[in-house]
């Protein structure tokens, strides 16, 4: 029997434009499984999703049937509801990526007692990380009341977790200060709050934010001082290195001007400010050329140094401690259906959201 299922879609060329389209949903098949989307968070991060879509290939993992729209991934929890796989059963709960949507139908390879991977053919070039859907019931992230910080934080702290040890690995180039744009985004938060835990008295953690929340991320207590962007004359004096959360164009030429040869190492996670984002046009820059950031090779590196297992004991290790203490100034809105999804991606897109609030959503 079908399912009606709904989903949410952008233009990829215009990302404030949207639609929820229909669609039905068959039962799985052989070597299927249907999952049932319980909800998912919506982050900044995922409007990097939308402005990096084509450059790095994120609308290839879920693709709309017309061409000019998208479905923009995100991190959430699902539960299947039909099978045709005996190593998946039905009621089983996985964690993993999503589009924003009811329903995924999904072809489990690699089954194991943790995980398994979608084998569809259109994802099979695509990084193998954001293929893999995590058993709750194997997962040494997972606690049934850290979902919500599961959701939001997850992929992002994850991000940051490598950031941390890809720079940590190279010494820093150098610097004695990590200058993090952004500084209120969940991505920038976790990787200062990985710095100041670890790194302290190796670098100072200098963020970048605006005079609105200047006030938050001096709160959180992870960051050694809070510049506002209309005050970059106070940033303190280099070499430095630069993650660039924000992806604004000329901000990040301001940084560079700035700094010039004190700027040790210069990369981009995000676009935070998306309306401004800027990815290329760096060639006439002082200072090293950025880089863009991707998580995933960093992960294959350390997958090989570590060991899967290995990894995911070291993530595990920092990431309770961070969701200790984020549980205790994070404050959880919950929207549902296509209106409240709507205007929880139009609050975000129009940088309406505040930082001290996650967006958990279904349809």
């Known amino acids: 029997m079908e399912i009606q299922s709904q989903a949410f879609e952008v233009r990829r060329d215009q990302l404030a434009e949207t639609r929820i389209v229909s669609e039905a949903m068959p039962p799985a098949e052989p070597g299927e499984a249907l999952l049932r989307i319980d909800a998912f968070a919506l982050t900044a991060n995922n409007v990097t999703y939308g402005v990096t879509g084509d450059m790095i290939g994120y609308w290839q993992f879920f693709p709309a049937a017309d061409s000019g729209w998208g479905r923009i ?8 509801v039909s099978s045709g796989i005996d190593e998946v059963a039905e009621g089983e709960r996985f964690y993993g990526y999503f589009p924003m949507a009811g329903h995924l139908l ?31 019931t194997a997962d040494p992230l997972y606690r049934p009341e850290h979902e919500a910080l599961l959701m939001l934080f997850r992929p992002l702290f994850t991000t940051g977790f490598f950031i941390d040890d890809f720079l940590a690995d190279n010494e820093f180039f150098g610097a004695g200060t ?29 963020g970048l934010t605006s005079p609105g929340n200047r006030r938050f991320v001096e709160s959180l207590g992870c960051y ?41 190492y210069s990369c981009s996670v995000g676009v935070t400010h998306w309306e401004s984002a800027a ?34 004991e070291r993530l ?24 409240g999804v709507s205007a929880a991606y139009r609050s975000l897109l129009e940088n309406r959201a505040d930082p001290a609030e996650g967006l958990i959503l279904s349809l």
């Open 224 to 264: 050694d001082a809070a510049v506002t962007y209309d005050k970059l004359g106070a940033l303190p004096k280099g070499p430095v290195v630069f993650v660039d959360m924000a992806g604004n164009g000329d901000l990040r030429a301001s940084i560079h001007r700035h700094y010039a040869d004190d700027l040790a």
């Open 279 to 312: 990815l290329g046009g760096n060639d006439d820059l002082p200072g090293p050329k950025p880089e863009l950031f991707f998580a995933p090779t960093q992960v294959a590196k350390r997958n090989e140094d570590w060991g899967p297992a290995g990894v995911a």
């Open 316 to 339: 595990a290790a920092a990431w309770t401690p961070f969701a200790e203490e984020a549980a205790g100034w994070l404050t959880v809105r919950r929207e549902h259906g296509p209106d």
């Open 106 to 136: 999904v072809q489990p390879t690699a089954v194991g007692d943790r995980s398994f991977t979608d084998g569809a053919a259109h994802r099979a070039a695509l990084p193998a990380v954001y293929n893999q859907y995590q058993r709750c």
């Open 73 to 80: 991934p995100v991190w959430g929890f699902a539960d299947v």
């Open 178 to 206: 990590v200058l993090l744009s952004s500084a209120s985004s969940k991505t920038a938060v976790g990787l200062a709050w990985l710095l100041h835990r670890a790194r302290k008295g190796q670098v100072r953690v200098v």
